[in-house]
Structure formats: C-alpha cells, structure tokens
C-alpha cells in the first residue's frame, strides 16, 4: 500500500457508522434547543419564575455551548474525539436528570444550562470534526447526512415533549429526556481511530517501549502545548481590524442575538391566544420541516457576480425580519401556520450561506480564527438575546413585543450584507490572506460551514 493511499481518508467504510453517531448527536443537540418552546410555559409555572428568567435557562445552554466548542475542538485533537464525545453526553443526561431535582430556577441554569451546554459543546463540534477525517470525495453527502439529524428530531421532539409534560409531568420529561441524551455515549462509541492512525501509534508503541517519568512527563507537556496551540489557532482577534469582516460579525451578533428567540416565543404566544397544546407544539414542527426546504432550495440558487451569496444571505435575513415583524397580526392557528411555515423558510435560507460568506471574507487560511470569533460572537449575544426578549413581555404583557424584538434585528442584520456588497474594500483590507490551491479552498470551506450549520443553533 502506498503512502499516499494511506493518508487518504476511506470514504466510506466504517466512516457510515461515523456518520450514523453524527446524526445521533446532531439530533440530540440541535433537536433539544429547538424544542425547548414547549417546555417553557412548564419551566415558568413549576418554579413561579418570570419570562426573563425562564430564558435564562436555554440562553445560557446555548452561550456555554458556543463559547466552549474550540476548548472542546482543541481537547478532542489532543485526547482523542471518541472519549471527548462520550464524556459529552455523560455530562449533557447528567444535566437533565439533575433538573429533575430542582426547587429554584437557577437550579436549572446550573443543571441545564451549565451542564447539559458543556455536554453539547463536547459532543458536536469534535463529532462532525472526525467525521471530515473520514470522508473526501463525499464529504459533502456525509455531513448532509450528520446533520440532517438535527432536522429530523426538530420535527418530532416537540410533540413527545408535550406528549411527556401531559403524560407524566414536568420531571418526568425531563427524566426521559436525559435518557435520550445517553444515546450520544452510543454515538461516540463509534468512533474508531483511521487506520493510519492505528498504525502510527503501534510503530510508535514498538518504537518507544520504555516508559519512563521523564518520558511520561515530556508527553504530557507536549499535549498540553498542542492543546493551546490548538485553541489559540481558533482564534484571530486580528480579523476584527478588518472594516469589511467587523461589520458582518456585527450583523451576526444582532442574528444570534435574536436566533432562537422566536421558537422559544411561539409555542407560549399560541397558548397565550388559548390554540391548544398539540396544535400550539406542532408549530415547531412546521417550522422544522419549512426549514428543511428553505436548506435545500437556497442550495439550487446560483453564485452570480450579480446575485452572490452574500446578498442571498442579507435577503434572507430581510425576509425573515419581515416576517416576524407581521407575526403579531397573526392571531389564530392558520395565521400561526403561515407565519411557521415563513419563518422556517427564510430561517432555513440564510443558513447555508452565512459561514459561506464568512469564507469570502477572510479567506480559507483565516477561516478557522474567523469561526472561533463567530463563535464567541453567537454566544455573548445568545446569553442575553432571549432574557431581553423575555423581558419585554413581561414589561408589555403580550408576546408580540418579543416577535418585534426579532423581526427589526433580523432587518438590520440583513441590511448590513448589502452595505458590504458596495464598500468594494475586501480586497484592499485583507492583502495579507495566503493563497490556496483550488482543493484546499474547497476542503475547508465545505468542512467548516458544514460543521456549524446546526447551531443554527445551531440551531
């Protein structure tokens, strides 16, 4: 076998078991966050807490998640990813079966939101990192596959919430539900090291059999500055000089500061209009599937000098403001439907392109610091974005505060893209991007917006 056959990832194989534990963890993630709605009307009533501070609970899930997926990258290249991602989903069920225990609602934010996020910030990025290890030529189909998990269990977990909270309360669901996240300890288990890592670590074994302290010692050191050179790898302050790169990190901030507001916002807002349980959960549902679709056909438009995807992504996020601008004129179940079925389209639009964009911005060499900024980004403003929202409608008494909140930072996120597009100071502001080969252009694009689609979110 040559050398160069064994470099190459097997696409294929074993890599479809891999693709099967991304689609568990995926599922597990994503699908929680997004269907988190139906349980907050529950979290609100059982500890007599406000809309403010019930947010709290998934604000902070998500802000720990967001801020602690380089550690998680970083931990999971210098340990290993299998144990990483098991360690995830031990910590992410432990959370959720702590909850159970709560009397307070900020024995949620450190059960839940504390726990259950470094759980997910463990398993999801790592995850889809060594699934881009195993595959090349269908990578792209590959990841489509992971990810479609996350699609899927949003359009189921919503009704078994609810069906959970009727059937045996509030800690029962929150029992079975750390149940379902023990699923990621399968999900990791499938992972197995590539061959040639196999190989390298029984010549290197053979190689080096005498284990002494100083050995041992010298090791430990090496993997402790591979883990920081790691992380601060992921991480480009620099980029932020950039007057092109600053303003579409500002236009992400005003998206995440406002991403999950609405799914959290629209299960209490249709049973605040006294649309009954099931129906009121199944708008997560619509929402779930409409995004599927907006995915999928935002992927068949073309990259056009005059339509590029930058403007796709600042015309998604147009729509998607409008839209929610105009959902408190929707005031009965097939007005909700309507607007569910918009919102996951145009919800569903902007997310392919924005890491897209990202990548033309900075360049595929600076791409991996400019992902670990996003990220930082996505999870100071999903720390506050939901409190705020919950905030105004305890100020205002009604939900259409919260949905107006959204709809006018979804406008200006998108507004932004189309200041970009006629700045014409890319070029001259990024001059010091390396230049790539077409392959590595394309690997790491592909590799890196794949991976986090879902926080879309993750979500």
């Not at 979290?43 to 807490?49: E, K, L, P, Y």
């Not at 000089?241 to 579409?248: F, P, T």
């Not at 595929?364 to 992902?371: E, I």
């Not at 919950?390 to 930072?409: H, K």
Request: glycine share 8%; with cysteine.
């Amino acid at each position: 076998m040559s050398t160069s056959n064994l470099h190459d990832p097997p696409d294929g194989g074993w890599g479809w078991m891999v693709v099967v534990g991304g689609f568990i963890v995926n599922g597990c993630a994503a699908g929680t966050f997004r269907s988190l709605g139906v349980l907050f009307l529950a979290f609100r009533q059982q500890f007599g807490a406000s809309s403010a501070e019930t947010a709290w609970v998934t604000s902070i899930m998500m802000c720990v998640m967001f801020l602690l997926a380089p550690f998680a990258t970083a931990l999971a290249s210098t340990i290993g990813s299998r144990p990483i991602i098991m360690l995830g989903g031990v910590l992410s069920a432990a959370g959720c079966i702590i909850g159970v225990f709560a009397s307070r609602v900020y024995h949620l934010y450190l059960a839940l939101g504390c726990l259950t996020g470094l759980g997910c910030a463990l398993t999801v990025s790592p995850m889809m990192a060594i699934l881009g290890q195993y595959f090349s030529r269908r990578r792209a189909v590959a990841n489509s596959l992971a990810l479609l998990g996350a699609s899927i269990t949003s359009m189921t977990l919503p009704l078994l919430f609810q069906y959970l909270l009727d059937e045996y309360g509030l800690k029962g669901a929150l029992l079975i539900l750390g149940g379902v996240m023990l699923q990621v300890i399968v999900a990791g288990a499938l992972i197995r090291p590539l061959e040639l890592h196999r190989n390298e670590t029984e010549a290197s074994s053979e190689k080096f059999q005498i284990n002494t302290d100083d050995a041992i010692m010298e090791t430990r050191s090496a993997a402790v500055v591979r883990f920081f050179r790691k992380l601060w790898a992921d991480m480009d302050f620099k980029l932020v000089k950039i007057r092109s790169v600053a303003l579409y990190l500002t236009s992400l901030f005003l998206l995440a500061f406002s991403l999950i507001v609405p799914s959290m916002y629209i299960v209490p807002r249709a049973r605040y209009l006294q649309i009954e349980d099931y129906k009121a959960a199944s708008l997560l549902t619509i929402c779930s599937i409409a995004d599927v679709v907006g995915r999928l056909s935002v992927g068949a438009i073309p990259d056009t000098p005059y339509f590029t995807r930058l403007d796709q992504f600042g015309l998604s996020l147009c729509l998607l403001g409008l839209t929610n601008l105009v959902c408190p004129l929707a005031i009965t179940y097939p007005g909700l439907i309507a607007y569910a079925v918009a919102h996951g389209l145009f919800y569903g639009a902007f997310i392919p392109t924005s890491f897209t964009c990202l990548a033309e911005l900075v360049g595929p060499k600076r791409l991996p610091g400019a992902v670990g900024l996003y990220m930082l980004v996505q999870g100071f403003a999903s720390l506050t974005g939901p409190p705020f929202a919950g905030w105004l409608y305890d100020r205002t008494g009604s939900y259409d505060a919260t949905f107006l909140q959204a709809g006018v930072c979804f406008l200006l996120a998108g507004l932004i893209p189309f200041i970009l597009r006629f700045t014409k100071r890319k070029t001259e502001e990024a001059g010091d991007k390396l230049e790539d080969d077409a392959h590595s252009v394309t690997f790491e694009r592909e590799t890196i917006t794949l991976l986090f689609v879902i926080r879309e979110t993750t979500l």
